[in-house]
């Protein structure tokens, strides 16, 4: 209720009343440091904010409403950026069924009940949100959209009857293109083509692109002239019980494979990809290379197995999977995916041997029952196995990064992490890393990675 004179007293319901309160907070912290060209987040303040005596008794709204402008405590408590998450103070998105589509504003919890937290300033989200609703042409110029969800999910099906490629228009909106034009676009240029996991609706993956984009840009992983494309497959929710759910996604992973690996195939002479997946987009990047390195590949179904009607040995193929749900003996000679890594030149799996979305991953049906690659890497007998073409591998453990997290966001926005990736988006010379805000270690025994001197073979074949 607020009252106007001694005559007239306007009711305002509380939601309203809280609703105004929020967006006056956010307006006032919009006073604050302009975000980069190019959709990058601006450097993060240590300090107290000014507007911190103007909070209007809003202290009580804070778990419910994002009021950035408010801080508790000294700079030493100052929420930390997206990738550096201290060990107790980070939301944590998502479920051990939840393999990549989580996140501030995606995944569902009690505790934010206001869009998830979606304007926490600890998320990094509001970084990107005005490029979510309306991209500036300058940053969306090169961000492109590559969508399967109305092919049919057959394998061997082909993808180009119902291939959609969209990209922004001038008022920001998203519009169905000729693949013609992205495939002109590309030509000469590095290409990043990403392939989100489970649980992904479009909206989710345009703001999967865009936070990716955003992130590697700060961290200095891509160049300028990159061209970005989110490689959407159908990987939505189709069934109501998780178990039958996460299976299924398993299979259409092999689908969605088969539909990359013809999209790629489409891609002028010389082209420079790299493939990145996350999750179940990892077994789709994986299965994609597998093919393109003249594999045959079917679907863990009765279907039968299928191949490419041809092969490319004129692209430049690198691929980076984060997390994968992979099983680890699949790049063995003589395994389910043994063309993979004959397919590309570098190959960058990173994984977490802390995962919590995959520590029941050997139970799936839709896999060998081994652990995941993206939680445990390769083993010394699989690089034998691997023989030659294990130079052409690199692996980095996660963990002590990222704790027990399972998310694409977390991962592309970690300095450390952003500068694994940025050999292989044929940047080789990234700089020094962008200012971050200092936190404290996390509590956890261990090392980063386990195969040093795979690790330096493979990462000299990308610089």
Excluded at 6 to 18: A, K
Excluded at 318 to 332: C, P, S
Excluded at 445 to 456: M, S
Aim: hydrophobic share 35%; charged share 20%.
């Amino acid at each position: 209720m607020i009252k106007v004179s001694d005559r007239w007293t306007i009711r305002t319901p509380p939601v309203i009343l809280l609703l105004v309160l929020s967006l006056a907070a956010v307006q006032g912290s919009a006073q604050g440091p302009v975000p980069r060209v190019g959709g990058s987040p601006p450097e993060f303040s240590t300090g107290a904010t000014e507007r911190s005596e103007f909070s209007l008794g809003l202290e009580r709204f804070r778990p419910w409403v994002p009021i950035p402008f408010i801080q508790r405590g000294s700079a030493d408590a100052a929420p930390a950026p997206p990738g550096m998450p201290p060990r107790w103070g980070r939301p944590r998105p998502g479920s051990v069924f939840d393999p990549g589509a989580s996140g501030p504003g995606i995944s569902q919890s009690a505790d934010k009940p206001f869009l998830d937290g979606a304007f926490d300033p600890r998320t990094g989200w509001p970084y990107v949100l005005l490029d979510h609703f309306r991209p500036r042409p300058e940053r969306v110029e090169s961000l492109w959209m590559v969508e399967t969800r109305d092919v049919p999910q057959e394998m061997g099906t082909d993808p180009w009857a119902s291939l959609k490629v969209l990209h922004f228009d001038e008022s920001g909106s998203l519009v169905e293109r000729d693949p013609r034009e992205l495939l002109a676009q590309v030509a000469n240029r590095p290409v990043m083509i990403q392939v989100q996991g489970s649980l992904t609706t479009p909206d989710i993956a345009l703001g999967g692109l865009l936070w990716t984009h955003s992130w590697l840009s700060y961290n200095r992983a891509v160049t300028p002239d990159v061209v970005v494309i989110a490689f959407d497959w159908p990987s939505q929710r189709v069934h109501r019980l998780d178990v039958r759910d996460i299976n299924e996604k398993g299979r259409r992973a092999y689908v969605a494979a088969y539909h990359l690996a013809r999209f790629v195939q489409a891609f002028p002479p010389g082209s420079r990809i790299c493939l990145l997946g996350q999750s179940y987009g990892g077994r789709v990047v994986t299965s994609a290379l597998h093919l393109l390195g003249g594999g045959r590949l079917d679907s863990h179904s009765n279907d039968p197995t299928v191949s490419l009607p041809s092969l490319r040995p004129d692209l430049s193929l690198r691929a980076v999977v984060i997390a994968g749900a992979v099983d680890r003996h699949w790049l063995d000679s003589g395994e389910r995916l043994d063309h993979a890594l004959e397919a590309c030149e570098a190959f960058l799996n990173l994984y977490n041997r802390r995962d919590e979305a995959l520590r029941l991953y050997p139970f799936l049906i839709r896999s060998g029952h081994h652990r995941a690659l993206g939680r445990v890497g390769l083993r010394a007998g699989d690089l034998r196995r691997l023989g030659p073409t294990a130079a052409r591998y690199t692996e980095h453990d996660m963990h002590d990064l990222l704790g027990r997290e399972h998310t694409l966001l977390d991962a592309v926005s970690n300095p450390q992490i952003a500068r694994w990736i940025a050999p292989y988006l044929w940047n080789h010379d990234p700089g020094p890393s962008p200012p971050q805000m200092p936190t404290k270690p996390l509590d956890i025994d261990g090392h980063r990675g386990r195969n040093g001197a795979q690790r330096t073979q493979g990462q000299s074949l990308v610089r």
